[in-house]
């Protein structure tokens, strides 16, 4: 028997229960993971509150996690016991071990430690897809990033950054400004002491960004369609303060033939090519030093609880780990 965070109905980080639980060998295509380190993301309190249902309850969450194969399943090639792997999903990472399929995880280089590789496998992949894939940035780019301090925020900046790009940021306070603008950011807002739009409007001088990449949702809404050029992209990935609710499609019209996109990783890395395309992506700038991960907070994973309410409290910046 193995312990893992499971939850049995949906409500507040009171619901994560830590609990003895029996995972069994791999089957056809499958390994076993022994978690070294587990990640923590916006979406897992989706998942807890039930915004985003996960099935039959009870239920192990968390999206994201790394460690070692401790044992494989008939029909998985080019991985043995002993090889260091990471993921970005499916969900069930909350747990000291788990069954995963082979196919959704990839080898981890020598040059990435596992508690980098657990904080940076949805966040990174998920800057890797916004950047490079959902609207392609580079040196002419002018973009606003909500959250800019955040896990996602600060690994896009720097990404951003180095492909060249002029870039936005907004937070919520003057440390994260300072985190912000020592992570990439051109020009950071305070959206607490300063309106977004209106200093976007001066930074750009009345132009608009080409694109504004959102995780935030109910509080940015609609002001975010305000920032973007005529024909801008609003890119809405997340919903930090709530969903957006009652869109009106007829507002992309009025305020400049706007377009508007709502992406999800797995879309993104849904075949084996385009996981691994992703993920090597990601493995190459930072390798290469171009951006670093910042694991910014660790907590025991039995006490995924503090994490979350912590998170919801925005007290956290860059990654935080959960380890088992």
């Known amino acids: 028997?193995?312990?893992?965070?499971?939850?049995?109905?949906?409500?507040?980080?009171?619901?994560?229960?830590?609990?003895?639980?029996?995972?069994?060998?791999?089957?056809?295509?499958?390994?076993?993971?022994?978690?070294?380190?587990?990640?923590?993301?916006?979406?897992?309190t989706y998942h807890r509150t039930g915004l985003y249902p996960v099935g039959d309850l009870p239920a192990t969450i968390g999206m994201e996690g790394a460690g070692e194969v401790i044992a494989i399943g008939p029909n998985v090639p080019g991985l043995k016991v002993g090889d260091r792997v990471a993921y970005a999903n499916p969900m069930g990472s909350y747990a000291e071990e788990r069954l995963i399929p082979a196919d959704r995880v990839v080898k981890v280089p020598d040059s990435i430690?596992?508690?980098?590789?657990?904080?940076?496998?949805?966040?990174?992949m998920t800057a890797r897809y916004l950047l490079r894939m959902t609207f392609p940035v580079d040196a002419n780019t002018t973009l606003l990033f909500h959250a800019a301090a955040g896990g996602v925020g600060l690994i896009a900046c720097q990404w951003a950054k180095y492909l060249?790009?002029?870039?936005?940021?907004?937070?919520?306070?003057?440390?994260?400004?300072?985190?912000?603008?020592?992570h990439g950011c051109t020009h950071v807002i305070n959206y607490r002491i300063e309106n977004f739009v209106d200093r976007v409007k001066e930074i750009t001088e009345g132009r608009g960004c080409d694109v504004v990449y959102d995780g935030v949702g109910k509080d940015t809404f609609p002001a975010s369609l305000d920032c973007l050029r005529p024909r801008g992209l609003w890119v809405s990935f997340g919903n930090a303060s709530?969903?957006?609710?009652?869109?009106?499609?007829?507002?992309?019209?009025?305020?400049?033939?706007?377009?508007?996109t709502r992406p999800s990783l797995f879309a993104y890395t849904s075949t084996r090519e385009d996981l691994e395309a992703c993920a090597n992506d990601l493995f190459d700038v930072v390798t290469a030093g171009h951006v670093k991960i910042n694991v910014n907070q660790t907590y025991p994973l039995s006490a995924a609880a503090d994490a979350h309410r912590d998170l919801e409290a925005r007290k956290t910046t860059g990654s935080t780990v959960l380890v088992p």
């Open 242 to 260: 709530g969903p957006v609710t009652g869109f009106d499609i007829g507002l992309l019209g009025q305020k400049g033939s706007l377009f508007a």
């Open 1 to 44: 028997m193995v312990h893992a965070i499971r939850i049995h109905a949906y409500g507040g980080p009171e619901e994560l229960k830590w609990e003895a639980v029996e995972i069994g060998e791999p089957g056809d295509g499958q390994i076993r993971i022994r978690h070294t380190a587990v990640g923590l993301n916006y979406i897992d």
């Open 164 to 182: 060249g790009a002029t870039i936005i940021g907004t937070v919520g306070s003057q440390d994260k400004a300072e985190l912000a603008k020592a």
């Open 113 to 124: 430690d596992d508690q980098t590789a657990a904080a940076m496998m949805l966040q990174g």
